[in-house]
T-cell receptor
Framework: ETGVTQSPTHLIKTRGQQVTLRCSSQSGHNTVSWYQQALGQGPQFIFQYYREEENGRGNFPPRFSGLQFPNYSSELNVNALELDDSALYLC?????????????FGPGTRLLVL | AQSVTQLGSHVSVSEGALVLLRCNYSSSVPPYLFWYVQYPNQGLQLLLKYTSAATLVKGINDFEAEFKKSETSFHLTKPSAHMSDAAEYFCAVTHSGAGSYQLTFGKGTKLSVIP
């Protein structure tokens, strides 16, 4: 158990819709990252939030956005869903103290876009 | 830029045999290296990590990995495979200058254990 939880576990949407995925970070971890894992691939970094602001972004378009809240929870929002957005979405939290380089992952949300 | 190459998308071993999963990395600065394991329909669990201390790193469930700078490798080994080791394994790299410590992952190696 990593102490990182995600909801929902599974989700089905249709092309063009919008989706919100949620993550609750490990207590004391004030940095959260989101990753997309397509089928048969390794996870790819989407973005990271620290103190409720985005402070790092991978090669993903602006229709991928996020929010971080003071209670260590966060959201990933995806607008105008495309078929290729079908993937497992993982959030990961880390602390800015101690083992700052180590990220702990949640179980993921599997999104299917039809 | 940083990258990871995992040699072999699928590795099969007999129960009790040595497990060797290969990982080579590319990084222009001293790296931090990780191995994660993913069981079916689950998230990623940290197995072990290298953060510039000892080059031989021990992790959970008797896994270990050795950082070899000259070979830019971080191969994962386990002396004796168990059925419960069947899963997908991901090698990942980051570094302190990455700011966000964003991880770059390899494509993964699926380990099958034959009874």
């Amino acid at each position: 158990e990593t102490g990182v939880t995600q909801s929902p576990t599974h989700l089905i949407k249709t092309r063009g819709q919008q989706v919100t995925l949620r993550c609750s970070s490990q207590s004391g971890h004030n940095t959260v990252s989101w990753y997309q894992q397509a089928l048969g691939q390794g996870p790819q970094f989407i973005f990271q939030y620290y103190r409720e602001e985005e402070n790092g972004r991978g090669n993903f378009p602006p229709r991928f956005s996020g929010l971080q809240f003071p209670n260590y929870s966060s959201e990933l929002n995806v607008n105008a869903l495309e078929l290729d957005d079908s993937a497992l979405y993982l959030c990961a939290s880390r602390s800015r103290q101690g083992e700052t380089e180590t990220q702990y992952f949640g179980p993921g949300t599997r999104l299917l876009v039809l | 830029a940083q990258s990871v190459t995992q040699l072999g998308s699928h590795v099969s071993v007999s129960e009790g045999a040595l497990v060797l999963l290969r990982c080579n990395y590319s990084s222009s600065v001293p790296p931090y290296l990780f191995w994660y394991v993913q069981y079916p329909n689950q998230g990623l669990q940290l197995l072990l990590k290298y953060t510039s201390a000892a080059t031989l790193v021990k992790g959970i469930n008797d896994f270990e990995a050795e950082f070899k700078k000259s070979e830019t490798s971080f191969h994962l080994t386990k002396p004796s495979a168990h059925m419960s080791d069947a899963a997908e394994y991901f090698c990942a790299v980051t570094h302190s200058g990455a700011g966000s410590y964003q991880l770059t992952f390899g494509k993964g190696t699926k380990l099958s254990v034959i009874p």
